[in-house]
């Protein structure tokens, strides 16, 4: 057996990440070394479920965005088979994973039995396509659920009261609220709903072959969860939906055992019988972990379908922006993180109408225009924005007379359209400043000491510049952008390790002293910038972010949701 920190000789930790687009894996060796990875797109490689980046958005219910459950399930099977070509399942001492936060799966009564005795001599997707009450998981992008958010804001005594109770005030894609949604419009689905899962906890019930708990940091995501005490609130509970704490489960920490690999598994696929499944979290917590995330300076930007600005703190301090969530790789301390809706597929519009479809095209764009773009700051929603809560639509606006630091005579005016290069910078700069303001006002480091950089835009160097520029900080990026299932492999390997131990171990005793010789280790990208010229470039920054967040403001008070 292992001493305390090493892992043994020979084993793989298999880490997965079920996101909005892709399922995806990652396998580390005992030296925390990537040994293999695999991807299952939904759009491609299981075109016969139709999906676009892998949601379905309902015509008929503005803001309703669902996902196919079994899709999720089917991808599973394929994956594996991808994976069984490139490593030795028996070789797996423990898997992991992430999903993507907030979506849900409802177990139609019942299905505990047929989860519990799968056939390994059929498919998962023909035995488990009976097995929920509805076929439609609710997932993040999500926007229909302003009533059932005020209802249950206003039974618990306000959002800040809400806010403190679980670390976020309501918001329309977490899991409380749809299920409030669902209990209101479709009581017989609720009514005939034995277990509700997180589609993090729903992967890792299949690979259990039982209901497996919500993790407390994925928890957090759901509206329902006492942030100080780690237990569901009941006053929370009762403001959602009747009879719902039944119908959650236990919570459990993110870096505990959540069961041995299911029989089938073991028949199937030849997993070891003893390989541990721990518990699966939410993918913005596996990022944190894959980042290895550990100073309170430190940023991490990801930008992925969402785009998510996350960090550390010793304390909770929820308030009406910004996510609190139990840091998923100790027992005490907390993560804070923004989410924003646009973030990749509004690019990759942009993209499209202005730089050719072609990502190399919009960086000589990026590249061509000056920072600061002459003032043009542009507001993309091609989905209802989550941060700020801004309906669809794109507005842009040149700030004039900027360019002096001390001017008060900063003034705005609309336009209809920018041409495409500063279109291109537009988006890319907004973003940015939207960050940072924000980050600002929910007490993150200002400036940051670094900004880690992760998810599928952080391998495009030239936003990377706009980052630092923008942040006035070095910006730094790990081997590979997907760190969700990479941090999910290594929190395969840390609840391993805190299961041989019998008691927590700190996740940097996998690594420690050790960091640049795994595949974790992080390296600098762009510098931050020391001379004059760009100390006067972030004050202009600093300026046309206040800009930003001054005529953001007075959008949301003209048409934002209430
Ligand atoms: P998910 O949230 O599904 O895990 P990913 O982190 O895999 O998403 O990111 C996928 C996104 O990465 C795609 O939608 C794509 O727009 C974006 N992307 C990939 N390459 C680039 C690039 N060079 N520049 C900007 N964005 C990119
Ligand atoms: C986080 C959020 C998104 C999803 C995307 O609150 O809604 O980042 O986790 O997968």
Same mark, same amino acid.
């Given at each position: 057996?292992? @001493?305390?920190?090493?892992?043994?000789?020979?084993?793989?930790?298999? $880490?997965?990440? %079920?996101?909005?687009?892709?399922?995806?894996?990652?396998? &580390?060796?005992?030296?925390?070394?990537?040994?293999?990875?695999?991807?299952?797109?939904?759009?491609?490689?299981?075109?016969?479920? *139709?999906?676009?980046?892998?949601?379905?958005?309902?015509?008929?219910?503005?803001?309703?965005?669902?996902?196919?459950?079994?899709?999720?399930? =089917?991808?599973?099977?394929?994956?594996?088979?991808?994976?069984?070509?490139?490593?030795?399942?028996?070789?797996?001492?423990?898997?992991?994973?992430?999903?993507?936060?907030?979506?849900?799966?409802?177990?139609?009564?019942?299905?505990?039995?047929?989860?519990?005795?799968?056939?390994?001599?059929?498919?998962?997707?023909?035995?488990?396509?009976?097995?929920?009450?509805?076929?439609?998981?609710?997932?993040?992008?999500?926007?229909?659920?302003? *009533?059932?958010?005020?209802?249950?804001?206003? #039974?618990?005594?306000?959002?800040?009261?809400?806010?403190?109770?679980?670390?976020?005030?309501? !918001?329309?894609?977490?899991?409380?609220?749809?299920?409030?949604?669902?209990?209101?419009?479709?009581?017989?689905?609720?009514?005939?709903?034995?277990?509700?899962?997180?589609?993090?906890?729903?992967?890792?019930?299949?690979?259990?072959?039982?209901?497996?708990?919500?993790?407390?940091?994925?928890?957090?995501?759901?509206?329902?969860?006492?942030?100080?005490?780690?237990?569901?609130?009941?006053?929370?509970?009762?403001?959602?939906?009747?009879?719902?704490?039944?119908?959650?489960?236990?919570?459990?920490?993110? !870096?505990?055992?959540?069961?041995?690999?299911?029989?089938?598994?073991?028949?199937?696929?030849?997993?070891?019988?003893?390989? &541990?499944?721990?518990?699966?979290?939410?993918?913005?917590?596996? %990022? &944190?972990? @894959?980042?290895?995330?550990?100073?309170? @300076?430190?940023?991490?930007?990801?930008?992925?379908?969402?785009?998510?600005?996350? @960090?550390?703190?010793?304390?909770?301090?929820?308030?009406?922006?910004?996510?609190?969530?139990?840091?998923?790789? =100790?027992?005490?301390?907390?993560?804070?993180?923004?989410?924003?809706?646009?973030?990749?597929?509004?690019?990759?519009?942009?993209?499209?109408?202005?730089?050719?479809?072609?990502?190399?095209?919009?960086?000589? !764009?990026?590249?061509?225009?000056?920072?600061?773009?002459?003032? *043009?700051?542009?507001?993309?929603?091609?989905?209802?924005?989550?941060?700020?809560?801004?309906?669809?639509?794109?507005?842009?606006?040149?700030?004039?007379?900027?360019?002096?630091?001390?001017?008060?005579?900063?003034?705005?005016?609309?336009?209809?359209?920018?041409?495409?290069? %500063?279109?291109?910078?537009?988006?890319?700069?907004?973003?940015?400043?939207?960050?940072?303001?924000?980050?600002?006002?929910?007490?993150?480091?200002?400036?940051?000491?670094?900004?880690?950089?992760?998810? $599928?835009?952080?391998?495009?160097?030239?936003?990377?510049?706009?980052?630092?520029?923008?942040?006035?900080?070095?910006?730094?990026?790990?081997?590979?952008?997907?760190?969700?299932?990479?941090?999910?492999?290594?929190? #395969?390997?840390?609840?391993?390790?805190?299961?041989?131990?019998?008691?927590?171990?700190?996740? %940097?005793?996998?690594?420690?002293?050790?960091?640049?010789?795994?595949?974790?280790?992080? *390296?600098?990208?762009?510098?931050?910038?020391?001379?004059? =010229?760009?100390?006067?470039?972030?004050?202009?920054?600093?300026?046309?972010?206040?800009?930003?967040?001054?005529?953001?403001?007075?959008?949301?008070?003209?048409?934002?949701?209430?």
């Amino acid at each position: 057996m292992a @001493g305390r920190g090493s892992l043994p000789e020979g084993s793989l930790f298999l $880490g997965f990440d %079920s996101s909005t687009q892709s399922l995806k894996a990652t396998v &580390l060796n005992n030296e925390l070394t990537i040994v293999a990875s695999e991807i299952v797109n939904f759009d491609s490689d299981l075109p016969h479920y *139709k999906t676009e980046g892998g949601v379905y958005r309902d015509p008929a219910d503005d803001g309703h965005i669902y996902s196919p459950t079994i899709m999720w399930v =089917e991808a599973l099977e394929l994956l594996l088979e991808k994976l069984k070509t490139k490593i030795n399942f028996s070789e797996v001492v423990a898997v992991s994973g992430s999903g993507q936060q907030h979506g849900s799966v409802y177990w139609k009564k019942g299905s505990h039995p047929l989860l519990s005795s799968l056939d390994p001599g059929k498919s998962l997707l023909s035995q488990l396509k009976d097995a929920f009450s509805t076929m439609d998981s609710p997932i993040w992008m999500d926007s229909s659920t302003t *009533k059932q958010c005020r209802e249950i804001e206003n #039974a618990v005594g306000g959002a800040l009261e809400l806010a403190k109770l679980t670390g976020s005030r309501a !918001y329309e894609r977490f899991t409380g609220p749809q299920i409030r949604k669902i209990y209101e419009t479709t009581p017989d689905i609720y009514e005939d709903t034995e277990r509700i899962s997180l589609v993090s906890s729903f992967m890792a019930s299949i690979l259990v072959g039982s209901y497996a708990s919500i993790d407390e940091t994925d928890g957090a995501g759901m509206n329902l969860m006492d942030i100080n005490q780690r237990t569901w609130s009941k006053t929370v509970l009762e403001a959602t939906a009747p009879g719902l704490e039944g119908k959650l489960g236990n919570l459990a920490p993110a !870096y505990s055992v959540a069961g041995r690999v299911a029989p089938y598994f073991v028949q199937r696929f030849q997993f070891d019988k003893n390989c &541990l499944v721990i518990q699966w979290s939410g993918d913005n917590p596996s %990022s &944190l972990a @894959g980042l290895t995330l550990n100073t309170p @300076g430190d940023l991490a930007i990801s930008l992925g379908t969402s785009d998510t600005v996350f @960090g550390i703190t010793a304390e909770a301090k929820p308030s009406l922006e910004g996510h609190v969530f139990p840091n998923p790789v =100790e027992p005490d301390g907390y993560m804070v993180m923004l989410c924003y809706k646009n973030g990749s597929l509004t690019r990759e519009d942009v993209r499209n109408q202005c730089a050719e479809k072609s990502w190399d095209v919009f960086n000589s !764009y990026l590249e061509k225009t000056p920072p600061l773009n002459g003032g *043009k700051l542009g507001f993309y929603y091609k989905d209802h924005e989550i941060l700020p809560p801004l309906p669809v639509g794109f507005h842009r606006y040149i700030v004039e007379n900027f360019n002096d630091v001390s001017s008060d005579n900063v003034v705005e005016r609309e336009v209809e359209e920018f041409d495409p290069p %500063s279109e291109v910078r537009a988006i890319i700069e907004g973003q940015m400043l939207s960050m940072r303001g924000h980050a600002e006002r929910f007490g993150m480091p200002n400036p940051p000491k670094r900004i880690i950089a992760t998810g $599928g835009a952080s391998t495009n160097g030239s936003i990377l510049k706009s980052i630092a520029q923008i942040f006035g900080c070095p910006v730094f990026t790990v081997q590979r952008p997907d760190s969700a299932s990479l941090g999910a492999a290594l929190r #395969a390997a840390h609840g391993w390790l805190c299961n041989a131990e019998g008691s927590f171990v700190p996740i %940097s005793c996998l690594y420690e002293g050790n960091l640049e010789k795994t595949s974790l280790g992080s *390296k600098l990208v762009v510098p931050a910038g020391e001379k004059e =010229e760009d100390r006067e470039l972030l004050k202009k920054y600093t300026l046309l972010m206040r800009k930003r967040m001054e005529i953001e403001r007075r959008l949301v008070e003209k048409i934002g949701r209430a």
